[in-house]
């Protein structure tokens, strides 16, 4: 480039001839000729207009959609959504309960095994007995017909109802959704189931709920087909535990979460095991990097010129 430009200059190609005006470079602003009271202005109409779209961002996520009437679940602190937070498995225990006593009426949990409960919240011998409580329908035999037997630690949690239909028809058109991933398929998980068991209230001024239908805010719409089914001391707890409705919501949410999601515990302990293991990796290298490497690292080199031969 160097060469270039010099063969130029030699040809006179960017020589300066005597008496050409240099060009001189304009600096042009937009704000050379502005007063400071303009300035001020400006600077406040951008203040009030970031402020007014961070107002209206505010307002279009607020938990109250007066649109539609319909409330967002609060974000509640579950005790296993932390980092490295696990199940509470007493709280799945209890809300097996209540899923059992109350929530199995309607709804099925089709892809959780009695096999799956072991370990988690009661032992082999407690999960097959629960599993005998059901009577599963088997077959064909040797004649080609269907029989019931006890339910074995292989058999999946039974449908209240043998198809979609007869559910339908058995709760006035609405259908019992399937609640085994219902914490992942619903926005907000275990918040949201949260608060539509306990947010059940009287519809307010100019809503009109149809007979068969109950209101409930965080419901889509606000009329749900499902009435209202935790009470207070609606059932007891094995383990003495004083069953409020908060309570029983709270505990049937976290063995719906684990029912969602069965590998938690797992994966957060092999993460543990990945960290320290890791780590430990991780200063072995350090270690023997500095080891290997510090002579070569800080040695200095020195060239020494060859002496010269005596005679």
């Known amino acids: 480039m160097a060469a270039c430009v010099a063969r130029l200059y030699g040809t006179r190609l960017l020589k300066v001839k005597p008496g050409?005006?240099?060009?001189?470079?304009?600096?042009?602003?937009?704000?050379?000729?502005?007063?400071?009271?303009?300035?001020?202005?400006?600077?406040?109409?951008g203040v009030v207009t970031?402020?007014?779209?961070?107002?209206?961002?505010?307002?279009?996520?607020?938990?109250?959609?007066?649109?539609?009437?319909?409330?967002?679940?609060?974000?509640?602190?579950?005790?296993?959504?932390?980092?490295?937070?696990?199940y509470d498995h007493a709280s799945i225990r209890r809300g097996f309960e209540v899923y059992k006593n109350v929530c199995a009426a309607c709804h099925g949990l089709q892809y959780v095994a009695y096999r799956e409960l072991i370990g988690v919240c009661f032992t082999e011998e407690e999960a097959k007995a629960e599993a005998e409580e059901q009577m599963i329908e088997d077959g064909p035999d040797d004649t080609g017909a269907y029989f019931k037997r006890p339910g074995k630690l292989s058999d999946y949690f039974p449908s209240p109802y043998p198809n979609e239909e007869a559910a339908r028809a058995a709760n006035n058109g609405a259908y019992p959704p399937d609640l085994t991933y219902i914490t992942m398929a619903r926005h907000g998980g275990e918040n949201y189931v949260f608060s539509l068991l306990t947010g059940?209230?009287?519809?307010?001024?100019?809503?009109?709920?149809?007979?068969?239908?109950y209101y409930n805010p965080y419901f889509p719409g606000g009329a749900i087909g499902m009435a209202q089914a935790l009470y207070n001391e609606i059932i007891e707890y094995s383990d003495g535990t004083p069953?409020?409705?908060?309570?029983?919501?709270?505990?049937?949410?976290?063995?719906?979460?684990?029912?969602?999601?069965?590998?938690?515990?797992?994966?957060?302990?092999?993460?543990?095991?990945?960290?320290?293991?890791?780590?430990?990796?991780?200063?072995?290298?350090?270690?023997?990097?500095?080891?290997?490497?510090?002579?070569l690292k800080s040695r200095k080199i020195a060239f020494k010129p060859p002496s010269k031969p005596t005679s």
């Not at 060009?23 to 600077?43: D, I």
């Not at 059940?200 to 239908?213: F, K, L, N, S």
């Open 243 to 295: 069953a409020s409705q908060s309570q029983l919501a709270k505990d049937v949410c976290t063995f719906l979460s684990w029912a969602a999601n069965p590998d938690n515990d797992t994966r957060q302990l092999f993460a543990l095991k990945t960290l320290f293991i890791s780590s430990v990796i991780l200063g072995m290298c350090i270690y023997w990097k500095r080891h290997k490497w510090t002579v």
């Open 20 to 45: 050409a005006t240099p060009f001189q470079v304009c600096s042009f602003s937009t704000t050379n000729g502005w007063s400071r009271g303009k300035k001020l202005f400006l600077t406040s109409i």
């Open 200 to 213: 059940y209230c009287d519809a307010p001024a100019g809503i009109t709920i149809r007979e068969g239908q």
């Open 50 to 86: 970031g402020s007014a779209g961070a107002l209206i961002y505010a307002l279009e996520q607020s938990f109250v959609n007066a649109g539609e009437l319909e409330l967002h679940p609060p974000k509640l602190p579950w005790s296993h959504n932390g980092l490295f937070s696990t």
